[in-house]
């Protein structure tokens, strides 16, 4: 995938719904300058690392632990608010609060405490600068939560046309990563608001430049998302290792299904529909997790670029180690999905 990845792997996750950072790299304090403290700094985000330490252990409690650490952040913030080190902290803080966010939806299935969550990593990105600033990425987590989880598809609309009103001014006419990402969000979002607005589900060509930031998304699976998410992780843990024999992989298919309903899962568990078995089924979980068919369509194409790429060196479930039969259903569920 090296094409692919030179052009979109920068800034790949803002357009993933869930996704901006690693957990990890969100745990490391960036080095402090002199206008702050650095002791106190460090001593939140030793806070922080333990509070990650719990997601195995008491899930709850790591969301509860993360909020504090927000807390102490945000007073930190408040004590030298125009440092550079303040707002390298506010962004640390942001990405915490979405991850945190995301955890609380997709994990403990609290709704209303992810989108308390997601809209604290806004207000902390609202003082930062560059397309940091815009938080596209957690707009879209907002609009998914609302619309699937909190099933307020009037207060998802809104979110949508919020993203597409903070996005429409900029200047994209450039080549650049960062234009191309914001135009892939701009089209998605407009696909959104159709089909939420009018019940107009997407039956155009997705863009190529959109396509080639979805294929690298299919071919880097749950990576970014499945730290957030515990049943899509256990999916994951195991097919991302080996191929399923057949006798195992209607367990994998009834694990897919029992997903809760975002878009991001289109993208996430690509790699591993095949498992599904039919392509009915296939296009059922996909009609689940994407009504609207904008990413479905973009999957699809995306997947034509992958196989064109070359094989990769995968040892689980991935577009490349595919079997035939595989092959031949995906084609199969790509006819159906496409065609209704």
């Known amino acids: 995938m090296s094409m692919i990845a030179a052009r979109v792997a920068a800034l790949l996750v803002a357009t993933c719904v869930v996704a901006s950072a690693s957990i990890a790299q969100i745990a490391q304090p960036t080095e402090p300058a002199p206008s702050t403290s650095?002791?106190?700094?460090?001593?939140?985000?030793?806070?922080?690392?333990?509070?990650r330490d719990l997601r195995d252990t008491?899930?709850?409690?790591?969301?509860?632990?993360?909020?504090?650490?927000?807390?102490?952040?945000?007073?930190?913030?408040q004590a030298d608010p125009g440092s550079r080190e303040t707002q390298l902290l506010r962004r640390d803080l942001a990405d915490a609060a979405h991850h945190a966010g995301s955890f609380a939806r997709l994990t403990l299935h609290d709704a209303q405490r992810a989108l308390r969550l997601y809209r604290r990593a806004l207000a902390l990105r609202a003082a930062l600068q560059g397309p940091e600033r815009l938080g596209a990425?957690?707009?879209?987590?907002?609009?998914?939560?609302?619309?699937?989880?909190?099933?307020?598809?009037?207060?998802?609309?809104?979110?949508?046309?919020?993203?597409?009103?903070?996005?429409?001014?900029?200047?994209?006419?450039?080549?650049?990563?960062?234009?191309a990402i914001m135009r892939a969000i701009m089209q998605w979002a407009r696909a959104e608001i159709a089909y939420l607005g009018n019940g107009r589900r997407f039956l155009g060509t997705v863009p190529m430049e959109t396509?080639?930031?979805?294929?690298?998304?299919?071919?880097?699976?749950?990576?970014?998302?499945?730290?957030?998410?515990?049943?899509?992780?256990?999916?994951?843990?195991?097919?991302?290792?080996?191929?399923?024999?057949?006798?195992?992989?209607?367990?994998?298919?009834a694990q897919l299904e029992a997903l809760s309903p975002s878009q991001s899962r289109v993208l996430s568990t690509?790699?591993?529909?095949?498992?599904?078995?039919?392509?009915?089924?296939?296009?059922?979980?996909?009609?689940?997790?994407?009504?609207?068919g904008f990413v479905t369509r973009g999957a699809f194409a995306a997947l034509k670029m992958i196989e064109q790429e070359g094989k990769g060196n995968h040892v689980g479930m991935h577009v490349h180690s595919w079997s035939a039969t595989d092959r031949a259903l995906m084609r199969n569920a790509e006819r159906v999905a496409l065609t209704k």
């Open 270 to 292: 690509f790699n591993y529909l095949p498992v599904l078995g039919t392509p009915e089924r296939i296009d059922r979980y996909l009609r689940r997790h994407d009504p609207t």
């Open 137 to 179: 990425g957690t707009h879209m987590a907002i609009a998914d939560t609302l619309r699937f989880d909190a099933k307020n598809t009037a207060e998802a609309l809104g979110e949508y046309r919020t993203l597409l009103g903070l996005i429409e001014p900029l200047d994209l006419r450039d080549e650049d990563s960062n234009s």
């Open 38 to 51: 650095q002791a106190e700094r460090r001593i939140i985000a030793r806070a922080y690392q333990e509070a």
């Open 58 to 77: 008491d899930p709850a409690r790591y969301v509860t632990e993360t909020e504090t650490y927000l807390e102490r952040g945000e007073r930190l913030a």
């Open 211 to 253: 396509v080639v930031t979805l294929a690298l998304a299919i071919d880097l699976g749950t990576q970014g998302l499945a730290a957030d998410d515990r049943p899509l992780e256990a999916i994951d843990r195991m097919l991302i290792v080996r191929i399923p024999s057949g006798t195992e992989r209607e367990a994998f298919a």
